[in-house]
C-alpha cells in the first residue's frame, strides 16, 4: 500500500526512471501539464514559483498529459523543447502519462484519492490540476486549474508547508 509520494518511480522526460524519494523532505508541487491548452501559460508562473521558492524547500514537478482534447500531443523530445524554448522551464518534467481512465497512472491513481483541501478526492478535472505535497511526501492540498501558480491561495498554503518540518522522517538513501 502506497503511503506517500516517495514510494513511486516516474520516468522523466528523458527518458530515465527517477525514484521520488529523492524529493523526500522538499515541499513538492506536482502539476499535471499540457502544450496546447488555454492554462498553458501557467508554465511561466510555475517556473516563477520554483525559482522563487527552491532554496526555501520547494520542488516542482511536471507531468505532461494528453488526455483532455488532444493538448499535448507531443513526443517527449517535444515538450521538453517547447517548454524550455517558451518557459525557460528548469523544474524537473516527467514522461508524458495518462492522469485518468483505465490507462491512468498509478501515482495519479493515488493523488486522486487522497484527502485534500480545497478540492477533495476526485478524477481529474482537466490541465494544470496542481497537488501541493508536505515535507513527509503527503498530499494536503489540491487545486483546480483556475487557480494560477502565483495566487494568493496556493502560495499561502506553499508558505505553510514550507514552514512545517516533516512529520515522518524521509526515507534513507542507503
Partial sequence: MTQSLYDFTMTDISGKPVSLAGYAGKVVLVVNTASKCGFTPQYKGLEELYRAYRDSGLVVLGFPANNFFFQEPGSDGEIRQFCTLNYGVTFPMFSKISVKGKNRSPLYKWLTEQKTT??????????????????????????????????????????????ETPSVAPPSKD
Fill in 118 to 163: 480545497p478540492e477533495g478526492p476526485g478524477a481529474i478535472s482537466w490541465n494544470f490540476n496542481k497537488f501541493l505535497v508536505d515535507r513527509s511526501g503527503r498530499p494536503v492540498y489540491r487545486f483546480g486549474s483556475k487557480v494560477e501558480p502565483l495566487s494568493e491561495e496556493l502560495v499561502t498554503a506553499l508558505k505553510k508547508l514550507l514552514a
